[in-house]
T-cell receptor
Framework: GAVVSQHPSRVICKSGTSVKIECRSL??????MFWYRQFPKQSLMLMAT?????????EQGVEKDKFLINHASLTLSTLTVTSAHPEDSSFYIC???????????FGEGSRLTVL | AQSVTQLGSHVSVSEGALVLLRCNYS??????LFWYVQYPNQGLQLLLK????ATLVKGINGFEAEFKKSETSFHLTKPSAHMSDAAEYFC??????????WGAGTKLIIKP
């Protein structure tokens, strides 16, 4: 099946720094990618929808200046957590929609720990 | 509007016993329904999906789910639990626009 790769899988950073997470569709083109955040013992929360070549659409309550999303190509979307704080520590997951089938494929997730 | 309710944040079964994870949904349009599994420190993996074809859907690892419109349910079952099935399971619904509405998840615990 189609593969979505996220990098890095784990990252630890100091408070105030920025962290970039990449989401790549390895063997298919994805016009739409989604970014989710998962809090401990809770379900996934959709943060934003990323469309290639256009601005991301953010869900209510998600700060777009804090969570910068770029979808510059059909195989890559990036999420940058700017000026990270401990409360940003979480598990971030991306998914990509296959152009042909419309099926969603998920990345492995990236665990961010902000000290 | 759509929503998903998973009954039971934790379900514990003995190895070899039947696994039943409950999912009820609400949707104003014919839904697409999904079950995903998340193993510790890993991303989500699709177990199975219902997209208006057969109401009984077979997935990977011996799991299956039955779409019951009259009960607005899409419960996940497996006849015989294995230790490797221990994970968190998420039910999700979509209106076809590929954005998923997620349940809160059910953690499956397998007792030896």
């Amino acid at each position: 099946g189609a593969v979505v790769s996220q990098h890095p899988s784990r990252v630890i950073c100091k408070s105030g720094t920025s962290v970039k997470i990449e989401c790549r569709s390895l063997d298919f083109q994805a016009t739409t990618m989604f970014w989710y955040r998962q809090f401990p013992k809770q379900s996934l929360m959709l943060m934003a929808t990323s469309n290639e070549g256009s601005k991301a659409t953010y869900e209510q309550g998600v700060e777009k200046d804090k969570f910068l999303i770029n979808h510059a190509s059909l195989t890559l979307s990036t999420l940058t957590v700017t000026s990270a704080h401990p409360e940003d520590s979480s598990f971030y997951i991306c998914s990509a929609r296959g152009q042909d089938t419309g099926e969603l494929f998920f990345g492995e997730g990236s665990r961010l720990t902000v000290l | 509007a759509q929503s998903v309710t998973q009954l039971g944040s934790h379900v514990s079964v003995s190895e070899g016993a039947l696994v039943l994870l409950r999912c009820n949904y609400s949707s104003s349009v014919p839904p697409y329904l999904f079950w995903y599994v998340q193993y510790p420190n890993q991303g989500l993996q699709l177990l199975l999906k219902y997209t208006s074809a057969a109401t009984l859907v077979k997935g990977i690892n011996g799991f299956e789910a039955e779409f019951k419109k009259s009960e607005t349910s899409f419960h996940l079952t497996k006849p015989s639990a294995h230790m490797s099935d221990a994970a968190e399971y998420f039910c999700a619904v979509s209106a076809g626009n590929y954005q998923l509405i997620w349940g809160a998840g059910t953690k499956l615990i397998i007792k030896p």
